[in-house]
Nanobody, 124 residues
């Protein structure tokens, strides 16, 4: 089992920045692909960014490329999402997820473990 706890959400004006963090409980954290998903009201949960176990492979949704940066610290069992130039359409609940290495480019069904989510609200 891997327990994931997100932090760092909140309310920010358009154009602002937020940094989300996810702390994982398991010492084998480094073997997992990690990802951030988001779900807006009435919409399906979508992949925002994913990072391979070693950090060498990273995937971003087109909507967040050049604005968001995902990173991980395997020594600290954490994964972060730096969100810059935020837009109202980024408003959603953001979830941290962990899965096998093959999940990197997958959908939410490919990830085994989920955090409780953290709300990000971007005002116009």
């Amino acid at each position: 089992q891997v327990q994931l706890v997100e932090s760092g959400g909140g309310l920010v004006q358009a154009g602002g920045s937020l940094r989300l963090s996810c702390a994982a409980s398991r010492r084998t954290f480094s073997s997992y692909a990690m990802a951030w998903f988001r779900q807006a009201p009435g919409k399906e949960r979508e992949l925002v960014a994913a990072i391979a176990w070693g950090g060498g492979q990273i995937e971003y949704a087109d909507a967040v490329k050049d604005r968001f940066i995902i990173s991980r610290d395997n020594a600290e069992n954490t994964v972060s999402l730096q969100m810059n130039s935020l837009k109202p359409e980024d408003t959603a609940v953001y979830y941290c997820a962990a899965g096998p290495p093959s999940a990197l480019r997958g959908t939410m069904n490919d990830y085994n473990y989920w955090g409780q989510g953290t709300q990000v609200t971007v005002s116009s």
